[in-house]
């Protein structure tokens, strides 16, 4: 592709024009004849439900995907990507919402996948690893680069994928949700990035379900429902309100809900709890109808403490009490006899098995309460399964294998699992992450309703501040390993909460 253009004309040529685009999945309408234009060097946020096309349309884009119907033109040329190195040749590039890496190799061999022949030894060499690191410098992300992908967390393994993406002259990059794993603090950063990315003449897409980041970012707006385009909007003319009621066809809010019961005792207490160099002396309760928020930094140790307190990993020294039973968490068996359930933070790896069914799924953590119904097994499960897809409106039928549901209903399917084996302590590790706006509304309901009316005890970790403020009625805040802050939710808000978030940081350095 040349420059030959005159430059009079290319102001109005868009960065990327998307025609009539159409895609199936067997019975499935992902994308219906969906057209609409990305202009060079704007930030345009694509917005919509789960299941609403984005990822499938980004799939379109990048040559991941073979649309129906459709056409693309880049620059005024039209093109088909084959597969996302061609893409990537062409200055088109997508970070997607499961980081895509090759664990058992280096972060620069990573980042350099696929430009050089392999076993040219070019990934090794000094200047690879030089050219590797300043990739991340520019993401202001300080990473070893010859360290090896597998030990990464997923906020780690998404600065690598977009130092991939920018190690090629972009032209158009698509952000799939990538900051749902990200805190605040990194998040911002890279808001930083794309919006210097966007000075340099580079088109960003940015897919995201927080709101207040679109805002933030976005100059032009598009919505997606039902795999149809809805709209294309400036940003300045199109406000939150109607924003969520064109994706979601209601409208929404999320806010706290004032509780009238009174907190029951202790349900769980850490004590003391500690595994060297990961967390130190964490003690803490939850009561019963209390909904526990965890703050702090990705990396702060706070999935860590969820993990130990459910006897996964490296035995804590330090001890947890269940309804008055102490113990020393040594495994998760023993932990869920207890009445203890645990949603972890990487669902694809622990959360839900892709090759299985909704159904299946739902009903694996289940199994020995269902099993007392023998034949009538199949029956129940089905039962268990459909009513938690109702309740948390999973796009999909019971029958559906989990790998054929979009990002975010893989998600409510991980987070039905939990919720249907009926636990008296329920620990969730990022319970939202890449869940609509309308459906999360939707699941904070459930939470409260669990804690409150079903009498649970909740520890919730989340790094959505709008959602641990909206959602806790007390909030612990994780820095380094040690428990830095325990604040009650009326003396709460965004500015303390990252305040103690960051406190033995900056003190640190
Ligand atoms: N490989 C596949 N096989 C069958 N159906 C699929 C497949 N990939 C996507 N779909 C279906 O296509 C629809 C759109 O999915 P897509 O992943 O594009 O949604 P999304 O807007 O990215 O949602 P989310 O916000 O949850 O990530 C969904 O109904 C999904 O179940
Ligand atoms: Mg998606």
Redesign the pocket.
């Known amino acids: 592709m040349t420059n030959s253009d005159s430059s009079l004309r290319a102001a109005a040529i868009p960065r990327l024009r998307v025609s009539g685009v159409s895609?199936s999945?067997?019975a499935?309408?992902?994308?219906r004849s969906v057209s609409f234009d990305l202009a060079p060097g704007e930030i345009h946020a694509l917005v919509?439900?789960?299941?609403?096309?984005?990822?499938?349309?980004?799939?379109m884009i990048t040559g991941l995907?073979e649309p129906d119907a459709g056409s693309l033109e880049l620059d005024g040329l039209p093109v088909r990507f084959r597969n996302p190195l061609d893409a990537r040749a062409a200055g088109v590039a997508a970070v997607y919402?499961d980081p895509n890496l090759f664990p058992h190799l280096s972060i620069a061999e990573n980042i350099f996948t696929g430009q050089y022949p392999k076993r040219s030894g070019f990934v090794n060499s000094a200047s690879m690893r030089e050219k590797a690191r300043q990739l991340l410098k520019r993401l202001d992300f300080e990473l070893d680069v010859d360290s090896l992908v597998a030990g990464l967390t997923v906020a780690e393994s998404q600065y690598v994928e977009i130092a991939r993406a920018l190690s090629s002259d972009l032209r158009l990059l698509i952000l799939?949700?990538p900051t749902s794993a990200l805190t605040p603090g990194e998040a911002s950063k890279l808001y930083e990035v794309v919006r210097r990315l966007k000075a340099d003449g580079t088109t960003v897409v940015w897919?995201s379900?927080r709101m207040e980041e679109v805002r933030i970012l976005a100059d032009t707006i598009t919505v997606?429902r039902d795999?149809q385009h809805v709209q294309t909007s400036p940003s300045s003319e199109l406000d939150d309100a109607t924003m969520i009621k064109l994706m979601v066809g209601r409208s929404v809010t999320l806010e706290a809900v004032a509780r009238q019961d009174a907190l029951g005792p202790a349900r769980l207490s850490v004590k003391g709890l500690s595994i060297p160099g990961i967390f130190d002396d964490i003690t803490f309760d939850v009561h019963e109808g209390e909904i526990v928020g965890v703050a702090g930094l990705v990396g702060s140790g706070r999935s860590e403490i969820a993990q130990a307190v459910f006897g996964i990993g490296t035995h804590p020294t330090g001890s947890v009490t269940v309804d008055g039973k102490v113990v020393t968490p040594r495994s998760p068996s023993q932990m869920a006899a207890l009445g203890v359930a645990y949603l972890p933070e990487d669902r694809d790896a622990d959360g839900v098995i892709s090759s299985m069914t909704i159904e299946a799924n739902v009903a694996l953590p289940s199994l020995k309460r269902l099993s007392r119904f023998g034949f009538m097994r199949q029956t129940r499960e089905r039962e268990l399964a459909t009513t938690q897809r109702t309740a948390l409106s999973i796009?999909?039928l019971v029958g559906?294998?989990v790998?054929?549901?979009?990002?975010?209903?893989?998600?409510k399917v991980a987070l039905a699992r939990w919720l249907a084996t009926n636990p008296k302590v329920l620990l969730l590790d990022e319970p939202t992450h890449?869940?609509?706006v309308g459906t999360k509304a939707q699941v904070h309901d459930i939470m409260r309703d669990l804690a409150r009316k079903e009498r649970l005890a909740i520890l919730m970790i989340s790094s959505d501040l709008p959602e641990v403020l909206a959602l806790s009625d007390r909030i612990l805040v994780i820095s380094r390993g040690r428990l830095v802050a325990n604040i009650d939710i009326a003396d709460a808000n965004q500015e303390n909460v990252l305040a103690a978030a960051t406190s033995t940081r900056t003190g640190a350095a």
């Open positions: 895609k999945f067997e499935v309408h992902a994308l919509g439900e789960n299941g609403a096309g984005k990822s499938t349309l980004v799939g995907l919402q799939d949700e897919i379900h997606l795999g796009k999909g559906d294998l790998s054929s549901l979009s990002g975010g209903n893989r998600q890449g869940i609509d």
